[in-house]
Structure formats: C-alpha cells, structure tokens
C-alpha cells in the first residue's frame, strides 16, 4: 500500500474528470489541463486558440494487461494492475492513463470506529451486536472475521460531515459474504450471520483519493440477522441494495446443509436453544446511509424468496430484474407499486422461447412473464412468523405414485411437490422455487449472477457464472424439457447474457405489466471457453472471461465491467468490455484462488471516476492446481493476507505508474 501520492499520480489520478461533470455545467478544461500520464496529443481539453471552445470528453478505451505467469510468481499471489486508460475529447487530442488499484484495509485490519477507538473490519457480531469467538485452536481465540467481501457502493450524503474528514465526506457500503474455515480449518461457510459496514471515506478535493476514516458496523437485529450477503448494488434513491443467496431450505435432508442451519442460529442468536427459521432469509436486505457515517437496514421480503445474488433497478424506480443463484434458477422480475419504496409489488418469473443459446452468433429466445403474486413486505414477514413449511406445500423425495403430486426439480434435485389448498399466494413467496416452477417459469438456469442495465439503449446484462446440469439436454440434474433451456452441451467457463427492454407487454393471463423496462429477448453477449487444463492448471481460456459474476455498466465509459468467479483460472481477472467496439480488456487480476467480487462502476463522485472492486477467499483454488503451481503460490499468498484469512476491499484508480498493491 502506497503511504503517499507523488506529484505525478496526483495529477493522473482524476480519471475522467472532466466527462461525468459536463451535466453539472464545468467544462473540462479546468478540470483536466495538467493532467499527468502518457500524451498521445497535446493536453486534452485545451482550446487550439483564446477564447476557443473547450474540448469536451468523447470517448475511453482501456488497454489489458497480459495475466500473470509462474515466472512472476510474487503478481500472482497479490493484486496486479498492468492496464491502462486511454481518454480522447473532442478536439481528437487524447491522453493515457495507467491504472492502479488502492485498498482500504485487509480483512481482520483493526480500523477506527470513528470514536477513538478501533473496531475489527470484517469482524462478525451476533444479532446482540456482541463478537462471535473462533475458538477451535487453544490459545488462539479471536473474533471471527471474512476473508470473503463482496458487494461494494460508494455514494455520498447531503450535507454529510463526519468528524476527520478534511476534505469531501463519502461512503461506502460494503457486505461480507461469509468465512471460509475457522483457525483448525473446519468449514465455517454459512455459519455466521454476515456483518455489513458503512466506510466514512475522505475523498481529497485535489486528487481524489479516497481514505478510510470511520468504519461502522450497521446493527442487523431489525433484519433478523443476515444470510450469505453476495452482491450488491446503488437503487437509484441512493441506498445500497444487498442480497441473501442459497436460501435455506426448511425440507432438506441433506446433513450438511442441515449442521450448517443449526451453526448459523447457535451463532446469530448466541445460544443453540433458538431453531433457525428458514423463511425469513433468501431475501433482500437495504441499506441506508445517515450523514454522519451510520446506517439502517430494513429487510424486503416480497421480492421472492430466491437465491437473491445482485438485482438491478431500472431507472423508472420501480423495475426490479434479479440474478438467481442457484441450479434449476430462473430470471425474476418485481414491479414495485411507488417508485423508491421496494416494500409492496408485483413478482414475475420468467418463460423462455425457443431458440435459447449461449452462443453470441444465434438470435436468441423469447421471454414472456408469468405473474407469481403480489404482496408487501410486511405481509410476508408475517407469513413467515407464521406458516410451518407443512402449512404451505408438501415435498416428497420418491415418487409417491399420486397424480396430485407434481415432479420438479430444485437445486439440481427431483422431488414431488403440492401447495396446500388456499396457500398458493403464501407459497409464491416463501417457496418461490418451487412455486414459480409448478406456475410454468423456466427453471432450467444456473448461477444466475450479477445483472446490470445500460440505459441508454435499454438492455441489461447478466452473469451465467456457469452453463451446465440443468441447461443441459437431458442431464439428470435437474433438466426440464418444458424450461426451452435445452443446449447440446456444457459451458462450464460461463456466458454474458444481454436482455433487451421495452414496455407495452402483458403477462401471460393477458394482464399489463406496468414497467417501460420488461426483458422481451435474451441471447449471449459475450461467453468464455473450456480448454485442456494448461501448465498453471487453466481449464477455462485465460485470454478471455472465465466464470462471470459481477457486473456492472458505465454509461459514460460505454463499459461492461466483468468479475470472475472462476476455480476454471488461476487468477481471477476483472475485465472491461467496450460494448461499442466489442474490445475486452483485462484490467486487474486478484491473488491466486480468489474472486473478484464488489464491483461498481462510479462514473461521478465530485468530479471523480472510480471502479470499486474487492476479492474474496485469497488461495482457496489453489489446491486443485498443479503440484508446483501451488508449491510456489500457497505460501506467498499465506505470507500477503494473513494466512489466507484475509482479502481486500478497495478500488481501482489512475496511478503514474502500473503498481502491485495490497
């Protein structure tokens, strides 16, 4: 981590300054005259001749970077930035920036809480806001902290002011998946309630960078606790919209999934005698930012009980698409009734057409929508206080030879299912699953990741992380013929899918749909490609994109950025995709075995442009690589992040020179 920014990266480090204020009425010769990097004309921005108009931003493109190889073993253990950006105004004059990414704090940093004191960042604290102990190792006993971050916003308060901040008061959210193993190396994933935090951050008027002033813990109890946070993303209104993946699930025999249930209420509610009630999670948390670097959280709890993975809302205030992280998931939609208030609406599931491929050369499918339900918020709380799961379905894993029974699969799984008489809308839900595939939906996806929305030319974006079992013709796990997601093949390295938008439809009853946002067409973007695994244990293409999760859209830089979920690279790599050009440009790779995870894509913040990005569980893959790959890499990456109990929140900015931080 740099200590201090030279005179050079001060001048490079406000990287598009000038695009994002042009809708605030400054020109951009002020903003951008001086700055430092690589020129490929005269400055940009400034006037040929006095009194001229100033040029003002017309395009970006990013330069890649190669990915890091075992002849660099010490790039491929940390956080390694090689990329560059190059920014052309209107005049033509261009100028080159290079790209570096700067972290907050390492997982397991104690960090000042913002009253003198410190605070541990990624620290778990039960649902009485008291320190949960890892206390398998004697002698070792530590409060429990992620090694997993993930969705990140950056954002700013009216009227904010935070005691430290000397210049600009922001904020950041940022959420913490979960913990892989405890101190013996026990699996702990799933075993703690996830802790979200408010970062009060000092942004310097003059360069832009952002420092770590105040990191406050939000109090979850309101929300009872918080299940598997993943990604994340800005509402419109300014909150931060959170997630709870895998949902549990009150019908499972499965015995790890079940001591995995018991651990997360013994942990939560600080005792075993509390049982875990399984509906209250799989829903979507928010998150509101207070000017003095505070925040609250409300849970929504009738946006489906999904594997909620990062939703997107569209700029009506009221469209709702969703990812769905799961085997036998499917593409969601609520409509919300009021804008900026996600606490009563309508949810829809999705039913492809024919012709689904994750081939980018085919012209893709159809998508209508079937209506699950409506329902606020505070109604299906209340469901889920009082319904037992035997109050709203039956589930049975033989066949029971009775028509009144309907086979189905979920989570790659065949099973027999029936809503109880009269609990169809109770059922919608709290077993939205195994609702919306009795209701026809396609249930045929699989990890259904990040989702994203340019709105210049309506279309949203999302992640298949993977393309396999229940998308695949005839697979036993989980196959319907009825989803139209029906593909000769496996892809286990992933697509990008692109939706396009429109208004004007109705559901498949004949009902409108009251969203000028509705996806009507999907076909792929962008996909990655299985290879023979190589020397460093590869079996996805390096040279292009592995296992996508998150994403996130720049309308200014006309960019999908890309982060990769990957156990298929060796590195995971966050990738920017000109959906213009249709370059792809690899800017960032994270230490080996991790994931890039906290995307967001900040076009304005006071002038400033800023990539947020984390990476989570750093050297978790690298057992299944080659003998030598991880002989060399496991103790480097055990040596930069605390023995692998740690990772990076931070973000990615201009520098002088290309750096290898955190």
């Known amino acids: 981590m740099l200590d201090k920014l030279n005179a050079s990266r001060r001048k490079a480090l406000k990287l598009l300054a000038g695009a994002p204020m042009l ?36 395009s970006a493109e990013f330069t890649g970077m190669a990915a890091p190889t075992l002849a660099d073993p010490a790039a491929m253990s940390t956080t390694t930035v090689g990329s560059s950006l190059k920014v052309t105004m209107s005049d033509g004059t261009s100028q080159t920036y290079k790209l570096a990414y700067q972290p907050f704090f390492i997982t397991g940093d104690e960090v000042s809480d913002g009253n003198g004191g410190k605070i541990l960042a990624g620290g778990y ?82 360069t832009g960078k952002l420092t770590l002033v105040k990191y406050h813990n939000v ?4 929300a009872n606790g918080l299940w598997i946070t993943c990604g994340a993303s800005l509402s419109p209104w300014n909150t931060h919209l959170s997630s709870e993946e895998y949902e549990p699930d009150p019908w499972t025999a499965d015995a790890a999934l079940l001591t995995q249930y018991t651990a997360y209420a013994t942990n939560l509610y600080g005792n075993a005698s509390i049982p875990l009630n399984h509906y209250l999670y799989g829903h979507l948390p928010e998150v509101t930012v207070n000017a003095d670097g505070t925040g609250s959280i409300k849970k929504h709890y009738c946006l489906g009980r999904i594997s909620h993975e990062l939703v997107q809302v569209m700029p009506d205030n009221r469209t709702v698409l969703m990812g769905d992280d799961a085997t036998n998931s499917a593409m969601f939609m609520f409509i919300a009734d009021k804008e900026k208030d996600l606490s009563a609406g309508t949810l829809y599931v999705a039913k492809v057409g024919s012709g689904f491929s994750v081939d980018p050369a085919a012209a893709g499918a159809a998508l209508t929508w079937i209506k699950l339900g409506h329902a606020t918020s505070a109604e299906v709380e209340a469901m889920a206080k009082s319904h037992r799961p035997q109050d709203i379905m039956d589930v049975k894993w033989a066949d029971p030879v009775d028509t009144s029974y309907t086979k189905i699969f979920a989570n790659g799984i065949a099973q027999w299912v029936k809503v109880v008489p009269g609990k169809e809308r109770v059922a919608a839900f709290l077993e939205t699953h195994r609702y919306a595939y009795l209701a026809g939906g396609s249930m045929g996806f699989t990890k259904m990741e990040g989702t994203t929305v340019n709105i210049k030319d309506k279309i949203a974006y999302s992640a298949l992380q993977n393309v396999q079992d229940s998308m695949v013709l005839n697979n036993a796990k989980g196959w319907n013929a009825a989803s139209n997601i029906s593909l000769p ?6 697509v990008v899918m692109q939706h396009n938008l429109t208004g004007g439809q109705t559901d498949t009853s004949g009902a409108a749909i009251r969203s000028e946002w509705v996806p009507v067409h999907t076909k792929a973007l962008i996909a ?44 995971n790599f966050l990738w920017a995709y000109n959906i213009d050009t249709k370059k792809l440009s690899r800017l960032m790779s994270v230490p080996a075995g991790g994931e890039s995870t906290g995307l967001h894509a900040v076009d304005e913040l ?35 992040y605390k023995d692998k109990f740690g990772s990076a929140v931070g973000y990615l900015t201009a520098d002088a020179t290309s750096v290898k931080l955190g």
């Not at 605030?24 to 921005?45: F, K, N």
């Not at 950056?154 to 950041?172: E, R, S, W």
């Not at 109090?219 to 309101?222: E, F, G």
């Open 125 to 206: 604290v039960d649902i009485n806001n008291q320190p949960i102990i890892d206390r398998s190792v004697a002698g070792k006993e530590r409060q429990f902290f992620s090694d997993s971050p993930d969705g990140t916003s950056l954002l700013k308060i009216d009227g904010a002011k935070v005691a430290g901040v000397t210049g600009n008061t922001v904020f950041a959210v940022v959420q913490f998946e979960y913990n892989t193993a405890d101190q013996a190396g026990v699996s702990t994933y799933g075993c703690l309630p996830s802790p979200i935090a408010v970062l009060t951050l000092d942004q310097n008027p003059t």
């Open 606 to 640: 006071n002038g400033w442009t800023y990539i947020m990005s984390n990476f989570q569980h750093a050297g978790e893959f690298i057992g299944t690589m080659p003998a030598g790959v991880k002989t060399t890499l496991d103790p480097l990456v055990r040596a930069n």
């Open 528 to 571: 990655g490609k299985d290879i023979a695994a190589d020397a460093l244990g590869n079996t996805a293409d390096p040279e292009t994109i592995g296992n996508p999760d998150n994403l996130k859209f720049s309308e200014k830089l006309r960019t999908l950025f890309i982060g990769e979920d990957s156990g298929q690279h060796a590195n």
């Open 489 to 494: 093949a496996a892809l286990k390295a992933g």
């Open 219 to 222: 109090d979850t109890s309101s």
């Open 23 to 58: 809708p605030l009425g400054l020109g951009s010769v002020s903003l951008l005259a001086g700055c430092g990097g690589d020129s490929d004309a005269a400055t940009p921005g400034t006037p040929a001749t006095p009194g001229a108009t100033p040029a003002t931003f017309a």
